[in-house]
Structure formats: structure tokens, C-alpha cells
């Protein structure tokens, strides 16, 4: 077998890709700066791959992946053609799976790494006999930030999360920045959003800074306000959709320690869009999270919290949904 280039334009959805000792490893952050992203990366979330697959055109019936060995189980996706064709389960320790059987005529395949552990690739490898080339993708870039529930650790499997099933409605081509439990609207993943040019970006605001009562309601506005500002620095026309969280159960009335709610984080947020609409920022739209999981589906929360496989099906329709307009 041979092996293709794994490089920028076969790794797609990742924000950078530090190679070293033979093997890469996808970045949600600009890797060469990780120590400004406290805590720890992000609490070490960063270097999950969330969304990252490897994407490329090949002929090859045979496709070989190697990878660096994980203390647990690790699930990939491959998807042929934009139909997923098999999951495959990992165990701990193994170093490669191989995948035959692939009809021998030309066809995109992708790769979907997981999106519950961090990974290092080694090679993938085709045919002997076999082509292939980078996958030249005309679709619109989007990037999506928000907490564990963008991150989608409950999906059924890399390439069910809600974001990737949006993308694959809307045809577009995805960057995930589902941080579990970091959603707390930083400066510096406000500059990485700022620095990677896309074409739609959504924010998802509230779950993670109510859980950790980040913000207050003197300080919850001024912040989400200052990190859209820091995005149009460069990105001045893009459309960006600021969500309110999906239905939370409790958190809804109950204040958290600094005296938020659901219910007050939703009104805030949808200040926000006015506040910049009434100001001339006319690409700013609002969608309310209980449009896209609302009580009607609490019994998609085991936990009160994260939606399970069904739920984050039923949010990519539905972000689909309420994101089409935009791109008319």
C-alpha cells in the first residue's frame, strides 16, 4: 500500500496541526500559542477533534489508517460519499484499522476522528494501483464555538453530532469549536475566530457560564459584546447567529450562585443582536435555543443537560432549519 499527504488540504476542520515524532495532531486552537489558552488548553479540550476528518478523492478499494495507540476505545467514522458507511470502535492500544470491500471507482472519502478523545494520525494509506487526490471543497466555511453540547460526546458516533449533520444539510464545510465545559466566551478564542476566515460562524452562549457562574448580569452582556467585537475586527460582514442555550431543565428559574437563569441569559442575548442591529451590524442574527430543544423534548436530556443521540440529531434539523435563511 501507499500512503496519501496528510497535510492542510486532506485535514479538514482543524484550526492547526502540530506534527511531531512521525505523527499529527489536530488543533481547535492555534497550537503554536496553546500556553495563552487557560486553563491547560482549554482544559485539555482543544486537542480533542471534534468535527476534524480527513478528506480526500481515491479509486483505492482498501483504505489503511494508523494512529497513535489510546489508553481507551476510540470511535472513527467513514463516510463515502456523504453517506456514512461504517463506524468503526477502536480498542485501546491498537495502532490502525484497515477498511475493504470499497468499490474501485473514484469517490470522496472522509474520515471523521472522534470527538470524545484526543488523537495523533500517522498515515493513511490506499491501493498501490490505486489514485487519489485532495478534495477541493467549493462548500462555505462555517464555524461553530460553543460548550459540550456542540462538542457532542453523547453522539451516536463522530459523524452524527448536530453540527456535522448541519453541515451536511446545508452543504458546508465545517470547523468545530464545541469546547465541553470551556464555553466562557474568551479573548483568545475570540482572536482565533477573528484569524480563520469562514463564511458563517454561530455562537452558542450561556449553558457553560451559567454551570460555572462566570458571568453576572453586569458582566455577561459586556463580555459576549466585546468578543463579537474582536470577530468583526476582521471579519466585519460575515454572518454570525448568536444562540441562547436549549431547554436546561432546572436551570431555567433556578439562579445559579451569581443570580442567573436561563430564562434572564435569553433576554440578554437577544439584547445583544438589537444592540448591534440598532447600531448598524446588520449581519448579527439571533436564534432562541428553545426553537432547536425546547421542554417538549426534556425527555432527550438523561442527564438534564446533554442531549443524547437522538436529541443531537433532532438539534442538527433543526439548526438547519433556522440557519437555511441565511444562505438563500
Known sequence: ???????????????????????????????????????????????????VRITFETNSPTIKVEFAASEVEVEFDVVIDRELVKTIIVRSKDTSFTVDGLLASNKVVEIYLS?????????????????WNAYPSLRRKWLAYGSSITQCQAAESPSQTWPVITAAELDLDLTCLGFSGQCQYEPMIARTIR???????????????????????????????GFIKIIREKQSKVPIVLSSPI????REGTPNLVGFTLIKMRQQIQEIVEIFRRNGDYHLFYVNGLDILGEDYAGLLPD?????????????????????????
Open 1 to 51: 500500500m501507499k500512503p496519501i499527504v496528510l497535510n492542510s488540504e486532506t485535514i479538514l476542520g482543524a484550526i492547526s496541526l502540530e506534527k511531531s515524532g512521525g505523527l499529527i495532531s489536530p488543533w481547535r486552537i492555534f497550537h503554536e500559542d496553546k500556553d495563552f489558552y487557560t486553563p491547560n488548553q482549554l482544559n485539555r479540550t482543544a486537542e480533542i477533534p471534534a468535527g
Open 115 to 131: 470527538q470524545r478523545q484526543k488523537m495523533a494520525v500517522r498515515n493513511v494509506y490506499i491501493a498501490e494501483e490505486a489514485n
Open 304 to 328: 438534564e443537560l446533554h442531549p443524547n443521540a437522538e436529541g443531537y440529531k433532532l438539534m442538527g434539523h433543526n439548526f438547519a432549519n433556522e440557519f437555511k435563511e441565511y444562505f438563500k
Open 247 to 250: 431547554y436546561g431543565a432546572f
Open 195 to 225: 484569524d480563520t476566515p469562514v463564511d458563517f460562524i454561530s455562537l452558542c452562549a450561556g449553558i457553560n457560564i451559567y454551570g460555572a457562574n462566570s458571568y453576572n448580569e453586569r458582566t455577561f452582556q459586556a463580555i459576549i459584546i
